[in-house]
T-cell receptor, first 119, second 109 residues
């Protein structure tokens, strides 16, 4: 099946620093990638939609200047949390969409997640 | 985007068949129904996807009635390792997913 990786899996940083998280589709090309965040015991919350070669589309309430998304190739999207603060501590998960051949189905495959802790 | 409703939690015992039903009354013509499983501190794992009638793979079956306003994920003979949160999502090609609360399945010995 399709595999999505994330790096790093866990990061601890000081308040005010920036952190970059990479999301890669390992065995397929992903025109569209999505970024989610998940707080403890809560569901996933969609942050933004990332399209290769174009600007990301952010969900309402998500600061685009704080969460910078770049989708430079069909296999890589990055999320940079700028000037991170303790309230940004969360589990960040990416997903990538595949197009199943000539059928009209489309499936999202998720990465393993990145645990960000801001001190 | 279609909203989904699932039971918050379910209990089962090892070896039993578990059926989790999801309501999606506002499903659109182009929407597919996808189920994911999530363990703590892991990304959701794709289980099964369907559009209508019945879909079966090596881990689960998905039953979708003709009106498509609901769907049922069936897990045969669950084990302790199936304890997880299960999410039902509806959407069309390349569309974004809005996750609901999911169903926390607790499998007991």
């Amino acid at each position: 099946g399709a595999v999505v990786s994330q790096h790093p899996s866990r990061v601890i940083c000081k308040s005010g620093t920036s952190v970059k998280i990479e999301c890669r589709s390992l065995d397929f090309q992903a025109t569209t990638m999505f970024w989610y965040r998940q707080f403890p015991k809560q569901s996933l919350m969609l942050m933004a939609t990332s399209n290769e070669g174009s600007k990301a589309t952010y969900e309402q309430g998500v600061e685009k200047d704080k969460f910078l998304i770049n989708h430079a190739s069909l296999t890589l999207s990055t999320l940079t949390v700028t000037s991170a603060h303790p309230e940004d501590s969360s589990f960040y998960i990416c997903s990538a969409s595949t197009l199943a051949g000539s059928s009209s189905t489309d499936t999202q495959y998720f990465g393993p997640g990145t645990r960000l802790t801001v001190l | 985007l279609a909203k989904t409703t699932q039971p918050i939690s379910m209990d089962s015992y090892e070896g039993q068949e578990v059926n989790i039903t999801c309501s999606h009354n506002n499903i659109a013509t182009n929407d597919y129904i996808t189920w994911y499983q999530q363990f703590p501190s892991q990304g959701p794992r794709f289980i099964i996807q369907g559009y209508k009638t019945k879909v079966t793979n090596e881990v689960a079956s998905l039953f979708i009635p003709a009106d498509r306003k609901s769907s049922t994920l069936s897990l045969p003979r669950v084990s302790l390792s199936d304890t997880a949160v299960y999410y039902c999502l509806v959407g069309e090609n390349f569309n974004k997913f809005y996750f609901g609360s999911g169903t926390k399945l607790n499998v007991k010995p």
